[in-house]
């Protein structure tokens, strides 16, 4: 019961953003412009794309999980800044030595699809493994409501037959969706 | 018959009721955070046809005054596909590229994807080796309504079933704990809740 009201905000949104995903709800991300700066910094060509974002990220103090875009042939750079509630575009033109910085439009949809999907030990930032570890705490706390459930259940000797209906009933239909479609 | 009793009974049915979803879906999260590099699957050639077909003009590459091909005629396209390959049930379609155009048929098992080469007026259909890891995830991340599969849409009612199940039991969990007699269990319930609320409030400022 504690982990179940410990672990309620995720619950909800996992809940809430799996409703909205199953129904297709999410919209492209729109981006309004943030700021625009001169940026100086030039890179060897052949410079890995992910080592040149690194730099302009550091640069412009917006460390953090990112993904980047192979360059377009003018060399420019479009540095997707992930933000779980307004991810940052940074557009590196290294032609006119600038940068513009993006912020998206806060929207409740894309939090929610952004909180579903975020998840994995490879960033090696605080809050992106404390987040990792909280997905795993959620799945352990699953796996162990499921069990606990069924033997709280089972030591309810009046439920015992509907709840064998509904069991059956559930595996029967989840395990002939599993090996049909 | 008591409210509290209406509640509890719902919330333990409910949950023997959707028990596989529950534990599948908690289960398929380890690979998913948990990834890590595997060899690409194998898949194995299982038709290979001459497809000839009217292909919907891309938006992107529509010439000035023509009209862009709709995402309805792309699908009326797949399905054409679909047929062509004896394959039946859902399935995605894109056009990579202006001379190809793709479908993938989801299946936990062993899925299929089919290659239109539209130059080549040829169709070739591929199905994938079982793979124990993409078969879990799988059951994970298909959803959705727009597959135009039957069964694809009562999996997805099933999928929208439990997330209300979730609410469901987050609710009557939340009763159930409230109606505990006693102020120990409501003061401990009370710093739980708190305190999940505020590290999740502070992971979301993080992220």
Redesign the interface.
Known sequence: ????????????????S??L????AGRPVVYTKENEQPYSTMFEPGTPPRVAAEQILSDLDLEGTFGVAAPSPDGKLVITR????APRRITFYPGERRVEIERAKKDAVGFLYR?HR?????PPF???R???V???L??????F??LS??WM?WE?RA?RL??VA??V???G???A????? | MSFLHVVRRTHLYLGLFLLPWVIMFGVSSIPLNHNSPAAPPRWTKVAELPFTAAVPVPATSSPAGAQPGSSAELRALGREMMNAAHVSGGFYVNRPNPRQVNVNHPNFLRPTRIFYYIDEQRLVAERREFVPRMFVTGLHTRGGYALGGFWDWVWALFVDAVSIGLLLWILSGLIMWWKIPGTGPRQWGWLALASGAACFVIIMLRL
């Open positions: 019961m504690y982990l179940a009201l410990f672990l309620t905000p995720w619950m909800v949104g996992y809940a809430a799996t409703l995903m199953n129904h297709e992930q933000d779980i509630i909180f975020r998840r994995g030990y490879e605080a809050a992106d404390a987040m990792a909280s997905v795993d959620v799945i352990v706390a699953m796996v409501w499921a459930g069924l259940w309810m439920t509907w709840g509904c069991a009933a559930g595996i239909i989840f395990v969706f599993a090996l049909t479609i």
